[in-house]
């Protein structure tokens, strides 16, 4: 009998160990303090571009409530991403250093909504297809897959039975890949 109420030698250590070894329980609660909240990047778009998610001039909409990117140790960075304005870059310049693109949907009546009414390009136009990144560029004649406007991502080939690329144009006749 004396063995059942008797305990190994270890188990005396254990109110010393246990409240060290809790948080290790709680994965999803420690994985959420490093991540940044995807309701920041809505609340950071929507006061860059003055537009609720969801409305004309605000994200389509709202981020994924699966991303996790890092935490951002400072205040992120929002800039328009195309000319035309119809996507948003949102930055962490902290030491994580991550970068997203969102979505914009047409003001009514704004510059996007008329870049959308003449588009820049029709499928099967012949385009210059366009690799970009730090220090080179590499370019190449395509077909364009699908319409759109400057500022627009579609889908590009660089012959009939290349598989399609996903570039942005820039201009008629232009479309960029940018590299890193």
Request: charged share 20%.
């Amino acid at each position: 009998m004396d063995t059942i109420t008797s305990r190994p030698e270890g188990w005396r250590f254990l109110p010393l160990v246990l409240p060290m070894l809790l948080p290790l329980c709680d994965p999803p609660a420690a994985a959420q303090a490093r991540v940044t909240d995807p309701a920041e990047i809505d609340r950071a778009v929507a006061a860059f571009t003055g537009a609720a998610t969801g409305t004309p001039g605000g994200a389509r909409v709202p981020a994924d409530p699966r991303l996790r990117l890092a935490a951002c140790g400072g205040a992120l960075a929002v800039s328009w991403h195309t000319p035309a304005k119809t996507a948003v870059q949102v930055e962490c310049p902290g030491p994580s250093n991550w970068r997203i693109f969102v979505a914009v949907a047409p003001a009514q009546g704004g510059p996007a909504a008329a870049g959308r009414a003449a588009p820049a390009v029709k499928r099967g136009d012949a385009l210059t297809i366009m690799v970009r990144g730090r220090g080179f560029s590499v370019q190449q004649s395509g077909e364009a897959m699908e319409a759109g406007g400057v500022g627009d991502w579609i889908f590009v080939r660089t012959g009939r039975k290349a598989e399609g690329l996903r570039a942005r144009i820039e201009r008629p006749g232009l479309a960029v890949i940018p590299a890193g």
